[in-house]
């Protein structure tokens, strides 16, 4: 069975640091172009980061600088530092994938149930 | 950036209703446009691709059509189950976007 499964998130305070991670199973990580979409309390999807099976990395303006995502084809597995966190950064963050080496041309078809984020002091 | 517009933000409608909802992208994106279904408290689910091809397992009165600039996703019988907020993405860029979503609710 394709699954994604995310994990690390967690009560942080303004500026601290949190690393995330999404397991993938019934597939490999570096075949797919894997991705990080959010969803602050109430509000709409906003994509995050993404990251392709050529090794090319994308970030959101409001991410960049601050967000790294990174693969670990060893393990199967996604991960997404996050560090200088605002309250903004307050989220749902899923994990999802889809087919594409150097472009996402192929939407996101398989998704993990999401892991909590919550920044604040 | 390429932004996506969804219209209306809300919509009320009742069982056995045609609804449309229109996505606008701020420039071509061809026919590189997807369809999500969200229901609370749940990742959302991919329903249409390339514009409009059905995703495996997605109900036949789910439909999408569009190319360029202007996207519509269509179902064509409103049910009890339907009830979620929608989201149109774009892949055409290495950088992908979604519209700010539309709720259908039951009337």
């Known amino acids: 069975e394709v699954q994604l499964v995310e994990s690390g998130g967690g009560l942080i305070q303004p500026g601290g640091s949190l690393r995330l991670s999404c397991a993938a199973s019934?597939?490999?990580?570096?075949?797919?172009?894997m991705t990080w979409v959010r969803q602050a309390p109430g509000k709409g999807l906003e994509w995050v980061s993404i990251f392709y099976s050529c090794g090319g990395t994308y970030y959101a303006d409001s991410v960049r600088g601050r967000f790294t995502i990174s693969r670990d084809n060893s393990k199967n597995t996604l991960y997404l530092q996050l560090n200088s966190l605002r309250a903004e950064d307050t989220a749902v963050y899923y994990c999802?994938?889809?087919?594409?080496?150097?472009?996402?041309?192929?939407?996101?078809?398989?998704w993990g149930k999401g892991t909590t984020v919550t920044v604040s002091s | 950036d390429i932004e996506m517009t969804q219209s209306p933000s809300t919509l009320s409608a009742s069982v056995g209703d045609r609804v449309t909802i229109t996505c606008r992208a701020s420039?071509?994106?061809?026919?590189?446009l997807a369809w999500y279904q969200q229901k609370p408290g749940k990742a959302p689910k991919l329903l249409i691709y390339d514009a409009s091809s059905l995703e495996s397992g997605v109900p036949s009165r789910f439909s999408g059509s569009g190319s360029g600039t202007e996207f519509t996703l269509t179902i064509s019988s409103l049910q009890p189950d339907d009830i979620a907020t929608f989201y149109c993405?774009?892949?055409?860029?290495?950088?992908?976007?979604f519209g700010g979503g539309t709720k259908v609710e039951i009337k």
């Open positions: 019934g597939f490999t990580v570096s075949d797919n172009y």
């Open positions: 993405q774009q892949y055409n860029s290495n950088s992908p976007t």
């Open positions: 420039q071509s994106i061809s026919s590189w």
């Open positions: 999802a994938s889809g087919e594409g080496y150097c472009s996402s041309t192929s939407p996101m078809d398989v």
